[in-house]
């Protein structure tokens, strides 16, 4: 299984140079890998609604422009990596991710989770009791995404640590 630092050597090698105003930023887990680059900003004459319509037009410009070459960069990353790679751009503070996946998770919930859920799906606030869960968790994310990263970088210390034991 190919690393996050494999994956992101290969992209620096791989991705045109003009593409993006620095290194895009790569995420990746068991079924994907989003590579988000950052465009240049630019500048929407008039008021916040100009701007933001300047930069939906500047990605939407990457988008189409790109495609071609894209679909044929994430072809040879499916090849080398086994997994699906998803494209997104940003400018500002506006980002757009194109071609991602949305994979189902199975999870066992007893009855009160399960009121929940049920309860943001009669209230309106989800439309299922997966779209229920997925508001949770992106809540969760909102919250505690301080604690999140704590976490992360917990176990991306404990992935080197491993790494460097006896049996590799």
Do not use: Y
């Not at 995420?27 to 300047?54: N, Y």
């Not at 790109?66 to 990596?81: G, H, L, N, P, S």
């Amino acid at each position: 299984m190919a690393t996050t630092e494999e994956v992101k050597g290969w992209l620096t090698g791989r991705l045109p140079k003009e593409w993006f105003a620095g290194a895009p930023e790569i995420r990746m887990d068991e079924d994907e890998i989003w590579v988000i680059g950052t465009l240049p900003e630019v500048q929407g004459s008039g008021g916040a609604d100009a701007v933001k319509a300047a930069r939906e037009g500047a990605i939407q410009r990457f988008r189409e422009g790109t495609r071609d070459e894209r679909v044929k960069i994430a072809d040879e990353a499916r090849q080398r990596f086994g997994k699906n790679l998803a494209w997104g751009a940003k400018v500002g503070d506006q980002t757009a991710l194109f071609t991602h996946m949305a994979v189902p998770v199975m999870t066992r919930l007893r009855l009160p989770e399960r009121e929940l859920l049920d309860t943001l799906v009669r209230s309106g606030v989800a439309r299922s009791r997966s779209h229920a869960l997925a508001w949770c968790v992106r809540l969760v994310a909102k919250n505690e995404s301080s604690w999140i990263t704590e976490l992360k970088e917990a176990l991306s210390k404990v992935g080197d640590v491993r790494s460097q034991g006896p049996l590799n």
